[in-house]
């Protein structure tokens, strides 16, 4: 089996910094892609921020220039750093991680249970 661990989520002002991290945990063989996705109240799910096999990396237009992902491959973790936080930014923000167990060669997505983010003054 395979667990994702979030961690990081909490209040911060306007203009304030966050980072988020999520481990995963597991017989893993292999991780393809870790992504962040949000979710605010009453809105559809968005997709925040990608990196990937080889370590390209790819962002959402909203958080361009504001956020960026990064990964420690020893520990199988993903974070994401968020500056210059906006109200708008408030959300429930979940890591999902494409990969391979010992078990199975087909990668499939596994989903941390969420951390939530509140900017607010």
């Known amino acids: 089996q395979v667990q994702l661990v979030e961690s990081g989520g909490g209040l911060v002002q306007p203009g304030g910094s966050l980072r988020l991290s999520c481990e995963a945990s597991?017989?893993?063989?292999?991780?393809?892609?870790m992504r962040w996705y949000r979710q605010a109240p009453g809105k559809e799910r968005e997709w925040v921020a990608g990196?990937?096999?080889?370590?390209?990396?790819n962002y959402g237009d909203s958080v361009k220039g504001r956020f960026a992902i990064s990964r420690d491959n020893a520990k199988n973790t993903v974070y994401l750093q968020m500056n210059s936080l906006k109200p708008e930014d408030t959300a429930v923000y979940y890591c999902?991680?494409?990969?391979?167990?010992?078990?199975?060669?087909?990668?499939?997505?596994?989903w941390g249970k969420g951390a939530l983010v509140t900017v607010s003054s």
């Open positions: 597991g017989s893993i063989s292999r991780i393809n892609a």
């Open positions: 999902a991680v494409l990969l391979s167990t010992s078990s199975s060669s087909l990668a499939r997505d596994y």
């Open positions: 990196i990937y096999s080889g370590g390209t990396i």
